[in-house]
């Protein structure tokens, strides 16, 4: 019995410990993917517009694995696993005064421990500019980390 009192003990624990780890760990992946997008800003740029053209201005999803090219690929693929081409307020989570939600593409990753995380890049005619949220509360973080381009974290939305 006092093993087994033990055992959740230690386990409890050991699951907090990882909770509270997530905020730094979330905040250097941010920091590697900025470090990322603006030293391969031309190629981002570049597979951003391949993606407009075979959407063919209509809303369009990707896998990762579908591109030809494998420049194009290993960029997708370095951003996120899922990629989303949105016209005319089609991005359903924000309201659009404190996210792009109009002309985005965006590039979407999941994680269990870090959550959702969306490279959003505007195409906009006329690109606003956002308020940056750099706090992680509530798993919510918005910045800005290049011309026209975003990093969004948020919870994994519950099933």
Avoid: W
Avoid at 12 to 23: D, G, P, R, T
Avoid at 37 to 54: E, F, T
Avoid at 94 to 108: A, E, G, L, M, N
Wanted: hydrophobic share 35%.
């Amino acid at each position: 019995m006092k093993c087994i009192l033990l055992s959740c003990f230690g386990l409890c624990i050991i699951l907090f410990i990882s909770s509270c780890a997530c905020v730094p760990l979330r905040k250097y992946n941010d920091k590697r993917l900025t470090r990322y997008i603006n030293r391969h800003l031309p190629a981002i740029q570049a597979l951003g517009d391949s993606l407009l053209v075979l959407a063919n201005n209509s809303n369009y999803e990707y896998p990762h694995d579908t591109l030809k090219s494998r420049q194009l690929k290993t960029a997708m693929s370095a951003l996120g696993y899922e990629t989303s081409v949105y016209y005319k307020q089609q991005y359903p989570y924000d309201p659009c005064d404190r996210v792009p939600c109009d002309s985005v593409i965006i590039f979407k990753q999941m994680s269990v421990l870090l959550g959702v995380r969306e490279v959003i890049y505007d195409f906009s005619a006329n690109p606003k500019s956002y308020a940056q949220d750099l706090h992680y509360r509530n798993f919510y973080s918005f910045r800005k980390v290049g011309p026209n381009i975003y990093i969004r974290r948020r919870p994994v939305p519950m099933m």
